[in-house]
């Protein structure tokens, strides 16, 4: 994508001044006449496109706002490296800045995730939380980087917002912080404390980030803006309209507001709001279902019969080539199929699956369509599940480190996992056994690794984040097909990061941190690898011993020293389509 030049240049300036004349401001008196304008950047963390980011800050160069902020995830963070950080800061603030304009930085969750990478971001942009008056209107930055919940932030950070938000008075407010709690609760009908706050102080506009899309919701008299990405990885799981590379820009003057979203080399005139994305994922879930083979036992499917429905709740007619994609060695017959479905009725196409080799990437069917206005392309995979059995251990096991031959003998076996980078190519250096009693579920994990072993375990806290440790995670899904997970990590040396995974209606998630299992753990570092026992509680995510079911599952290792990635399950995503199945007799 080239960047703007010239003439080019010349109608994105004046197609921005011709947004004061649009209708998609508001408007709110004020005692001081404002006339200014500000950007707003978004992420650019997430396998980060510099070349975006760069495009970004030549669009901004050229249009010279009067201030610029960004919504967080400005490095890649995530280290114990803080020479690395220190430069990788250097480099994004130098761009920022180069437009000679005050920027303003939200710190997001890959720029603060440790008491050093905090005083990091405090000497490379300044406080966290910061509020400024500019042409009498309030701008605050409110740092929610370690922070899951709207209903958890710590009381004296909410005090400090109002007092700011209270001593502004009646003039316009505008809030940065990075990740979008609004959404969330909006989508599940709950109150959220910042609203509430805003809604008092009569705050104008709430500008996020975090989810890498574009979207807006005005609820109470408050515009709230989900900013584009801005060089972070694009996401897969929202609407085409929303994902794409830009910024805002946001003009302010006497009488009236107005945000607009860009894409970089494009000004756009669609308006995504809340409620598209909110029906968005209503259509994923509803429109297209398929049918789930049979667990997949010995590693590879020689024939089976898929059945797909189609449902048509949309109120035009559907037409459309539905295609398969056939990632090798999937074979699906036929890997294409037309259909004509008139409004509110239903079509059932079959198909023929097989695979003799690698299951991950597994083949997806692709529909398009549209919707009130709208083309979309919904994507919906195959549900390929490996399927492990953990039977009723034959003694006690002990949680020691030493995997006594006695106590695993009779354990469930996973000998491969698959390789995240390299097209789903399987990796025989873990060996995983599962077994269960009457009131636990056991797990062991030898994990060989170079000789000798390069491995990393300095995180010593539980729940600390250990990014760059080595470690194996266990995903579970104790209800298949509901919206609670727990993933639960260990570093070599059996440290624990656990936490529960809330699945929303918005179709993302929530982190409570807050969740501890009530582990039994022994890690060892050995001359191979390390080898980790533990033992989890049934009670502990909500499974009583007098029906102990199927769950859901996903396992995965990283390396720290290949920074490989292997799972069980591929992609590792908190979604019940696309984990495994543990078989708990």
């Not at 000004?267 to 029906?279: A, G, I, K, L, Q």
Request: charged share 25%.
């Amino acid at each position: 994508m080239a960047l703007l030049r010239g003439d080019e240049l010349k109608f994105r300036i004046s197609f921005i001044l011709a947004m004061i004349c649009a209708s998609f401001g508001f408007s709110h008196s004020s005692p001081v006449k404002p006339n200014f304008t500000f950007a707003v950047v978004g992420d650019r963390t997430g396998r980060a496109n510099d070349e975006i980011f760069y495009q970004v800050i030549s669009d901004l160069d050229f249009i010279q706002p009067d201030l610029v902020f960004t919504v967080g995830d400005h490095v890649e963070g995530y280290s114990t490296d803080s020479l690395a950080v220190c430069d990788e800061w250097d480099r994004v603030l130098a761009e920022l800045r180069s437009t000679g304009k005050p920027c303003f930085c939200t710190p997001g969750n890959h720029d603060i995730w440790d008491e050093t990478s905090r005083e990091i971001f405090r000497e490379k942009a300044g406080p966290a939380d910061t509020a400024f008056s500019y042409q009498g209107c309030l701008f605050v930055i409110l740092d929610v980087s370690m922070d899951y919940t709207a209903e958890r932030l710590p009381q004296e950070r909410l005090t400090w917002l109002e007092e700011h938000l209270k001593m502004a008075g009646k003039g316009r407010k505008f809030v940065f912080y990075h990740k979008p709690f609004w959404c969330e609760d909006f989508s599940k009908n709950a109150t959220n404390k910042l609203h509430e706050i805003f809604k008092h102080y009569g705050v104008t506009a709430v500008f996020t980030g975090h989810y890498h899309i574009y979207f807006e919701s005005r609820v109470d008299g408050i515009s709230y803006y989900c900013v584009p990405s801005s060089g972070g990885g694009l996401p897969g799981w929202a609407l085409p309209q929303s994902t794409f590379y830009g910024y805002f820009l946001v003009r302010v003057r006497p009488d009236t507001v107005i945000a607009r979203p860009f894409e970089v080399g494009i000004s756009r005139h669609e308006v995504v709001t809340f409620d598209d994305m909110m029906r968005f994922n209503s259509l994923k879930s509803r429109m297209i279902k398929i049918d789930e083979i049979e667990p997949v036992i010995n590693g590879h499917i020689d024939e089976a019969a898929v059945k797909v429905t189609i449902e048509n709740v949309t109120s035009s007619i559907l037409e459309d080539t539905l295609v398969w994609s056939l990632p090798q060695p999937w074979r699906v017959e036929p890997p294409k199929d037309y259909i004509e479905i008139p409004s509110g009725e239903i079509a059932t196409l079959n198909a023929l699956v097989s695979c003799q080799g690698q299951l991950f990437p597994a083949p997806s069917l692709k529909m398009c369509f549209s919707d009130e206005g709208s083309n979309l392309c919904l994507v919906k995979p195959l549900k390929v599940r490996r399927q492990v059995v953990a039977p009723v251990s034959q003694g006690v096991v002990e949680i020691d480190g030493t995997l006594g031959d006695n106590e695993w003998k009779y354990a469930g076996l996973i000998t491969h996992l698959y390789n995240f980078e390299n097209r789903g190519v399987k990796s025989d250096s873990t060996r995983i056994l599962v077994l269960h009693d009457s009131s636990r579920l056991y797990i062991a994990f030898e994990c060989f690794d170079s000789d000798p072993p390069r491995l990393k375990a300095g995180q010593s806290e539980r729940d600390g984040f250990g990014g760059s440790d080595d470690r194996v995670t266990l995903l579970l899904e104790p209800e298949r097909g509901k919206t609670i997970f727990y993933e639960i990590s260990f570093n070599p040396k059996g440290v624990v990061s656990d936490r529960m995974i809330e699945i929303c209606p918005f179709g993302s998630y929530v982190m409570h941190p807050e969740w501890d299992a009530s582990l039994r753990v022994e890690g060892k570092i050995t001359d191979w690898g390390y080898l980790l026992e533990c033992s989890i509680p049934l009670a502990d995510i909500g499974i009583s011993s007098a029906n102990v079911p199927a769950m859901g599952l996903n396992l995965a290792r990283w390396h720290s020293g290949s920074g490989l990635f292997e799972a069980f399950q591929l992609p590792y995503r908190y979604d019940p389509d696309r984990l495994g199945i543990l078989v708990v007799r």
